[in-house]
């Protein structure tokens, strides 16, 4: 459910409003009082810059029930980024996985504290704990500066409700009736409400597996490549300055 637009040194995702509801049955709690829109992904940017990639979430509705200092606490946002190979493929605390490929970062986003994991094997065993990320609230838009080297990567996002009750700030689906409960059709329903996805593609809530959206590349290998061909090419420069200067002698 995106539509990709590309502009400078930027990747944007907008996602339509009024799909946040998971498989379109999920029931919010009344209390709090969390309205959809304050979980409803509206754009997702990702922007390289030199101390790391800071990614932008827009929201539909600011929403801060729990009073948290950050003016945000409606909601959790997980951004997984996705490197060229390798990597976890459950998105772990989603209740979902990667439809192909795995993650090496996870952001863990709340209004009271976020973290950063990533992951240097191929499973959550090798995850590591690196330097916490910097959220900043303006309006509906959350800016999140990370420690996630500068490239170009794919994600998944998501969008869950948030609970102090829960020990990572997730509230879970219930087949549980409550005013206090997230309410689904079904046990073990994914945590979120809303995620990044293609049109048309319900899989993540039919089928638990997600798709990732834009384009991972391995900026090391391409580094390398580039200065493998500037090397070749410095190498054939020299054979021709050199005929050449053997020609005038």
Request: aromatic residues 8%.
């Amino acid at each position: 459910m995106f539509l990709p637009v590309l502009a400078a040194a930027l990747m944007t995702f907008t996602d339509p409003s009024g799909d946040a509801r998971g498989d379109g049955g999920y029931i919010y709690p009344q209390r709090p009082a969390v309205t959809e829109r304050m979980l409803d992904l509206d754009t997702f940017t990702a922007e390289r810059s030199e101390d790391g990639m800071t990614f932008t979430v827009t929201l539909g509705q600011a929403g801060n029930p729990y009073g948290a200092p950050s003016g945000y606490s409606a909601g959790v946002i997980d951004i997984f980024v996705r490197g060229s190979a390798g990597g976890e493929r459950r998105l772990e605390g989603t209740g979902l996985t990667a439809r192909s490929g795995g993650w090496r970062y996870h952001l863990h986003v709340t209004g009271f504290g976020s973290t950063l994991r990533a992951v240097y094997g191929n499973n959550l065993a090798d995850a590591r704990q690196l330097k916490d990320p910097v959220l900043t609230v303006s309006g509906r838009t959350l800016t999140i500066r990370t420690a996630v080297p500068a490239g170009t990567y794919a994600y998944w996002v998501t969008s869950s409700l948030y609970s102090p009750l829960s020990p990572d700030g997730v509230l879970r689906p219930t087949t549980t009736r409550s005013p206090l409960t997230l309410q689904a059709a079904r046990e073990n329903a994914p945590s979120p409400v809303d995620v990044l996805a293609e049109p048309g593609d319900t899989l993540a809530f039919t089928g638990g597996t997600l798709a990732s959206v834009g384009q991972a590349r391995d900026t090391y290998t391409g580094a390398l490549a580039g200065l493998g061909f500037l090397g070749v090419a410095a190498t054939i420069a020299g054979g021709v300055w050199r005929r050449r200067l053997q020609r005038h002698l």
